[in-house]
Structures are given as C-alpha cells and as structure tokens.
C-alpha cells in the first residue's frame, strides 16, 4: 500500500496533519521512493517514470485508480535521469526538484522570500498542490504559489486558464504516451476580447469551439444545450483586457474533469464507479469536419456528406483538380462579383440563409445593435462577407474571408451568406409549353407506342430476370423466391448513375472487378460492383453473393439493394459507404488520426456483433472466408458493416465444418488448417477476426509484417512480446494511453486466443464478446498463434514477391490435402 511521506524522521509528524516546518537552510520534502496524499486519499504526489521511460517525474494522479493516470507534471520539461530526486524547500523559501548532484531541475519564481516565516506544501482534496506560508502563530496560512495556476494537460474542478492582452496560460499536451514533456498541441484562448477555445497544433489552429456568448461557445455540439451543467464559463476580470476560462467540473459525475491527449484531443472525462473506468462525456475534434480550416476559404463541411467539403453557393473550387482529388485546403472563390458599391443600376445583393452552421472564424463584434439592423449595417458595408446574430453574442460580420464553417445536424446558429442578386433563387427552370391542339387520335396512337414499348421492355426484363434466376438456380426455391424480390436493375441505368463508369467514380479494384460510386434518379447513393467478364470466378463470386447476402439483414452486414444482367454484365448494387474501408483509414498515416480508441473499439465489436449473427443468429449459418480490413467498411459515423460475402458459404443444419479442395480467401488471413488442408467452420472466420483484431490495435498489416531478426509475422511478433510482457510496445501510439491501457492489453489476449493455431483452442464468437465486455473476467492463457513465422507461400500463379511488396494475396485456387 502506498504510504505518506513524512518530513523528518526526528519529527514522525505527517504533512496531512499540516505540522510546521522548522527553518532551515535546506530541507528535504519529499524523496522518490515516498508519497503525498490528499486528506481523502484521492490524489497522491509522488516521482514516477511513464511506460517505456527510465525517467523520473513528480507528479499528481488519483489514487486507487488503475491504470495510474496523472493530471499535473512539475518537471516535465527536465526529468531526473535516476531515483535520487528530491522535492524540497530551498534556504529562500522556493519550492524546488534537486538531483542527487544537488542540480535544480524546477523550481517557480517567488516574489518574497521566507525569512522568519515557516513553509509547508500540502496536497488538497481538489488535487491543488499548495505552498504556503503560515504565521508566527501557525494558525493562519497564505498561499505563496499553487499548481492550479499553472495546468499541465488536465484542467481539474476550479482550475482556469487566463488571458490577459497577448499573455496566456496553455495547456500543453504529452509529446507521447511515454513521454510528458511539452509536445505539439497546446490548448488556449485566443483573444481578451471574443473569447473561444483553440487547440493549436504547433502555431497553427488545429480546433476552436467557436466564440462565447455567455453561456457556451457557439460552435460546439451539446448534449445539454441549455448547458445546465454549467461545467465551464468565461468571466472578464477586474484587470483591463484579461478574461479568464473556470472549468467548474459536474458535480452529479465522479472526477470529471478535462483531459488534453498528446494526440491533439481535448475531452471532458469521469470515471464511471460502476464500471470501473473512465468514460468520454464530450471529445473534440470528434469528426472529420471538426479539424480547422478543412474546406479552406468559403467551403462547408458535413461530414454526412460524400465528398464532406463543398463551396458555398455562389462559390467555386479555386482549384479544381486539388479539389476533385480530395485535397480542399485551397478553398473556393466567389463566382459572381457583389453589387456593392458599383454604378450601374444592378439589382442589390442579398443574404442566403444557412442554418444550424458552426460560424466562421476571424468575426467581427459590434454590440448594443438588434438583427435588422445587423443586416442593414452589413449590407452597407461593402467589406461585409456575412453576418450573423445570437442574443447572447450579438451581432457579427465577417471580411476578407469565411473559414472553417462546418454543418451541424442539430445546434449551431444561423449564417447570412452575402451573394450576388443573380446568385439567389432557382436559375434556368426550363418551361414547358404543352400544345393544346392534339386529337383525340393522336392522344391513342401515342398511347398504343407507349403501350408497346413498355410492354416490350417489361419482356425483356422478364426474360432477363428468368436468365439469371435459371443462372442462380441452387436447388433451393425458397432462395428463388427470395432473389425474385430483389429489384433488377436496368444496365443503363447504372451507366447513368456511376457517369458510365468513369474512372473518377471507382471506389476500389479487386480481383473480380471494379466498384463505383452512383447516384441512382431517386437521390440514393450507391455502390456499383461490376464483375470483369475475364475473372473465372466472377460468375460463382455473383452467384454466391446475391443467394447469401439477400437473406440476411443486420446493422452491421453491408446491404443489398439490387442486381443487374445483361449480356455479359454482372453488377451487383450496394448501399454506398462514404468512409469507404477499415483498410482506408487504419494503413493511413493521415487518416488514422480519427480512428481514437473508442472509434477501433467500436469497429471492432460491430465486427463481432456482424459474425455472431452471420455464424448464430441468422435463418442461415454463414462462414465468410475472406474477413480482412479491407471487406470492413464504414459508414458516416464510422460504424464497420460487413462486406463480400462472394466466397462464403452456407452450412445446413447440425453441421459445423466442411472441406474444399478449393481454397479462397487472402493470405495473411486465413486459418492454418483452412490454408493447408481446406478444413473451415466458424472457428476459421474466428481466426481472421483475431488477425483482424491485432492489426487494429497496432495499424500494421499481417501480410505485409516482418520481424526479421525471428522471421515472424506480426502475429508471432505480438506473441512474443506478449510473453515477454511487452505487448503495449507494438500498439499504436495513437491509441497508446494510460486511459485506454486496460481495454487495450484486454483486446491483445483476446486477439491471441482468436489466432490459437489449435482449432478447439479459439473461442466462439459469442465468447469473443463475452470477453470484451468482461462477463467473462479471468482470460484462458494464449498458446502460440499459428503461421507466426514468415514463410514463402507460393502457388502456381503467384510468387513471394507480392508478399515481400506488402499486397495482399487473394489466393482462390489451392488443393487441400
């Protein structure tokens, strides 16, 4: 148990019991191997070394909490390199951190000096670690300097960050997990005077919360908006052009509090006293469109929305290409010059309304006016962009630029958009004049030509759909009736839609084809898989998907909305996924920034909740056999469905493996005894699950993985670092934090009884679940994972050089023993 350090050992009087301290040139406080404690135990002082850190630190984290998490660093900037450091109050009555070569390694600046007076330092309940100066009676105290005034990456119930003119208190996240010196991102406000919140990365913005209007900050979502919590204020001091950001805490919620992530997040935090963790009450950047200036000058960002920047009405792409190619920094420019200030007669300019936005940035303030005469004022104003009007703010307007405007579903305020005249309205409605003067004749011959033709092409849309349920026929007419109910889609309009299968509209490229994004001319947005009539697996792949994933249905399955045949044209048609796959953000260095650890948690109980049905709850028992990142894909809000069901199989009743001579799936993913000798049930989904799993937690790729030293894979790479108790060293530093470690080590065994090369030894996907949500609470001990050491896979068509480049392999035609 951790025990509370005393001052002298002659005394053998504890500091909670606030004893003075006698003068003296110097005395020793508090040695690394000893511990401050708050009276009610809940905060703790003491030297720490983070993971993977020889370093020593002193530091205030709560007490009794596991992982041990630390919400104020004093010297984080210079560590002490061994265990000899001391906290201590120097002859002049600072407090300071010496090493063993008596080398001062913090220390504050104080403006008096104690010379006849006694000095303590005291930790209190609000984790304020304190020194004061009592008087001669030892009685009353005043506090000469205090952590709270000077946060490191936590803002705790009390603290505050105060701005005065330019000078400002930041908060300054971890440069990594294992590492608390100051790192890139640091938290503020930016002015005295239209206060908001701003998380800068380097000295660039790299969030802002919008300005305060005395109640919140206008641009950010709330779960309460009428902010009942009341959990942070800004208040303007006494001094001139100082303000100050109170962050009070939740009273009804246990140690809440912010916390600022070394990956450039900011979220408010509490520990959840039932569950036994800390839980995320409010996290940003949250959303793709949360980062600063995402969509440049004059865009908007909706993360809904597919691509999620477009300009403003009346704007254009400044640079069209960047823009196409996803790349929106450059922004947009005007497409019609404004009125204002021109001779000529011109109609005037006027407003288009946006609302529920998050504003601009850069806003200009004019007080005591109301909202007609905020428009009046911003239509006489030739330099005027926009303006809005929020009773607790007031009036704003904008010049030289709008930037960083973002689409809110609900909240936000509302924007008036300056545009042109011409900009305004509906353009180009085509009239349609429709002559007066047909016969009753005509009206019937036209009637019968229509006639016709529609029942000529009902024809040929039968005698198509008969071709390919005579080319789907399995034996079963249930699964007939079944594909009957799926709409079929007429080829030309799938050309229509995916822009005749431009290559701009291609979402990906596999071995039985390509993929396109399509409008269909009811708005829906759609995901065109058109087979290549050279694969020779094309047929059986569409075949096999269309009878399987028809008949199931589940939030976490991709869905089916139709099917096309005509003449050597196969397309099948999906609902469309923005985030396209799990493959696209977690192996990318930019986009992998958003998938947080409760993002990848989530993914990867989606991807659990998706098997369990495919394997137990659905009408039929589904093995997928090709499950990888990239057959995960995600929607607008990040949630994994499950996709390319064109190699799964279906079992009857009662039975529970099966054999092929034919082998499908991706190397790197499937189970030894599936690879080798073409045995597979649902232990073998289970295995590509868990290697699944483990590229999540690290970003790396299996097939792609090489340890050289031993020749492993990275499944046998986590396994020996596992045994060696070293696992948290492979995962992502991303996710990497002492808040997340729990779970994490968690989801490391669980991925490593998945990948058991013995086929009885992994568990089910149900206790799989079980597992992650703890009712399954002492873990078995993982045996060594299969293929855990690289090997040459070849096959008659493929050589190790793909395997060495880092592509996956499908492999679909290999002999089973």
């Not at 030509?449 to 349920?469: D, G, H, T």
């Not at 995916?498 to 291609?506: A, G, I, R, S, V």
């Amino acid at each position: 148990m951790p025990f509370v350090c005393v001052f002298f050992a002659y005394s053998c009087l504890a500091l909670l019991m606030s004893t003075g301290i006698a003068d003296a040139a110097s005395i020793q406080l508090l040695k690394d191997s000893e511990t401050l404690f708050s009276p009610n135990a809940t905060y703790k002082l003491g030297f720490f070394s983070p993971p993977n850190n020889t370093n020593r630190y002193l530091g205030i984290s709560y007490n009794n909490i596991s992982p041990t998490y630390f919400v104020w660093v004093a010297n984080r900037n210079n560590p002490v390199k061994d265990s000899s450091g001391v906290l201590r109050i120097s002859e002049g009555g600072i407090l300071e951190i010496v090493n063993g070569g008596n080398n001062i390694l913090w220390s504050f600046n104080s403006s008096t000096q104690a010379l006849n007076a006694t000095r303590k330092i005291q930790l209190l309940d609000s984790g304020n670690l304190q020194l004061i100066e009592l008087d001669k009676g030892g009685n009353n105290s005043t506090v000469i300097w205090q952590s709270f005034d000077y946060p490191t990456d936590a803002l705790l119930p009390s603290m505050s960050i105060t701005i005065q003119n330019t000078t400002e208190t930041r908060l300054h996240a971890w440069k990594s997990a294992s590492d608390p010196s100051e790192g890139r991102f640091s938290l503020g406000l930016d002015s005295a005077m239209n206060s908001q919140l701003v998380l800068w990365d380097g000295d660039q913005r790299h969030y802002r919360s919008g300005p305060w209007n005395g109640n919140l900050f206008l641009g950010m979502i709330y779960a309460d908006p009428t902010n009942n919590y009341a959990d942070t204020k800004i208040q303007k001091n006494d001094a001139p052009n100082e303000v100050t950001l109170l962050y009070t805490g939740i009273k009804q919620l246990s140690l809440s509090h912010y916390y600022f992530s070394y990956d450039g997040s900011l979220s408010e935090i509490y520990w959840d006293l039932g569950k036994k963790s800390w839980q995320i009450l409010y996290k940003v950047p949250d959303d793709p469109c949360d980062y600063y200036g995402k969509c440049g000058d004059f865009g908007i960002c909706n993360s809904v929305k597919s691509p999620i920047c477009q300009c403003l009405k009346g704007f254009v792409p400044k640079n069209s290409r960047e823009w196409k190619a996803g790349n929106w920094s450059s922004g947009c420019v005007r497409r019609t010059t404004l009125q204002c200030g021109k001779q000529g007669g011109g109609k005037p300019d006027g407003f288009q309304v946006l609302n529920t936005v998050k504003l601009p940035d850069l806003e200009v303030w004019l007080q005591g006016i109301n909202p007609i005469n905020c428009r009046t004022m911003c239509l006489n104003n030739c330099s005027c962009l926009a303006y809005a009007y929020d009773q607790g703010a007031g009036c704003m307007y904008w010049t030289n630029t709008l930037i960083d405007i973002q689409q809110f579903r609900s909240s936000g305020i509302t924007l008036n958009l300056r545009l042109a005249h011409s900009e305004l309205g509906n353009k180009g409605r085509m009239k349609a004049v429709i002559a007066a003067t047909v016969t009753v004749g005509t009206v019937s011959i036209i009637a019968l030509i229509v006639l016709w033709l529609w029942f000529n092409r009902w024809k040929a849309k039968q005698a198509s759909k008969k071709s390919i349920l005579d080319h789907l026929k399995h034996g079963d007419h249930k699964n007939q009736r079944k594909l009957e109910e799926l709409p079929l889609i007429d080829f030309k309009d799938l050309a229509v839609a995916t822009d005749n299968f431009n290559d701009n509209q291609m979402l990906g490229q596999g071995g039985f084809g390509q993929v396109y994004k399509g409008l269909l001319g009811d708005g829906r947005e759609i995901a065109v898989k058109r087979l290549s009539a050279a694969s020779s697996q094309g047929v059986q792949e569409f075949t096999n998907e269309v009878i399987v994933i028809s008949r199931l249905q589940h939030k976490n399955l991709v869905s089916l909305i139709g099917f096309c045949v005509e003449g050597e044209e196969k397309l099948l048609v999906y609902e469309y996924m923005p985030n396209k796959s799990l493959s696209a953000f977690l192996f990318d260095s930019t986009k992998r920034e958003l998938l947080d650890w409760p993002t990848r948690f989530n993914i990867i109980e989606g991807i659990c909740r998706g098997l369990i049905y495919l394997h137990r709850d659905s009408r039929l028992r589904i093995i997928h056999r090709d499950l990888k990142a990239s057959n995960i894909l995600l929607d607008e809000q990040l949630n994994p469905k499950i996709a390319d069901f064109g190699m799964a199989r279906i079992f009857g009743h009662g039975q529970d493996k099966d054999e092929t001579r034919r082998v499908v799936g991706t190397y790197g993913y499937m189970a030894p005894e599936y690879a080798m000798d073409g045995h597979f049930s649902e232990k073998s989904d289970v295995y590509s699950f868990g290697v699944l799993l483990l590229e999540i937690l690290t970003a790396q790729k299996n097939n792609a993985f090489w340890y050289e030293d031993e020749s492993l894979t990275l499944l046998g790479y986590v396994w020996k670092l596992w045994a060696e108790g070293d696992a948290g060293s492979i995962i992502d530093p991303l996710i990497s934090d002492p808040l997340n470690k729990k779970e994490i080590d968690r989801s490391i065994v669980v991925g490593l009884l998945c990948v058991q090369e013995n086929v009885n030894d992994r568990p089910n996907m149900s206790n799989v679940m079980s597992m992650f949500s703890s009712e399954i609470a002492d873990l078995p001990q993982p045996k060594e994972p299969g293929f855990n050491k690289r090997h040459v896979f070849m096959d008659t068509t493929s050589s190790n050089l793909h395997q060495m480049s880092g592509e996956p392999i499908s492999i679909t035609a290999l002999s089973g023993r």
